[in-house]
């Protein structure tokens, strides 16, 4: 078993910037991918990054390309998530997750079987 623990979301405004965070504790953090999904009120769950066990490789939702970046800390078992450039099309509950996907399936949130508790960020014009 892995527990997932996120840090607080916010509010902030168009054009801003926020960074999250995401502790890992149970098994061992290093041999889990490690990603960020988020969900809007009505929608469904939405892929936005992830990063490979050894932070070799990320992908990313073309909806923050340029904008997002994830990364991970090995020796602290947390795995981050900076936004920049935010939108209010951003506004969303985030969910950190962990799991063992397929490389050609790091994208799919069905994908991984552990999940933080979801934050919440909110993005104003």
């Known amino acids: 078993q892995v527990q997932l623990v996120e840090s607080e979301g916010g509010l902030v405004q168009a054009g801003g910037s926020l960074r999250l965070s995401c502790a890992a504790s149970?098994?061992?953090?290093?041999?889990?991918?490690m990603g960020w999904v988020r969900q809007a009120p009505g929608k469904e769950r939405e892929f936005v990054a992830a990063?490979?066990?050894?932070?070799?490789?990320?992908n990313y939702a073309d909806s923050v390309k340029g904008r997002f970046t994830i990364s991970r800390d090995s020796a602290k078992n947390t795995v981050y998530l900076q936004m920049n450039s935010l939108k209010p099309e951003d506004t969303a509950v985030y969910y950190c997750?962990?799991?063992?996907?397929?490389?050609?399936?790091?994208?799919?949130?069905?994908?991984?079987?552990?999940w933080g508790q979801g934050t919440q960020v909110t993005v104003s014009s």
């Open positions: 149970g098994r061992t953090f290093s041999t889990y991918t």
């Open positions: 997750a962990a799991g063992l996907p397929r490389a050609q399936a790091m994208g799919v949130p069905r994908n991984y079987g552990y």
């Open positions: 990063i490979s066990v050894n932070g070799g490789y990320t």
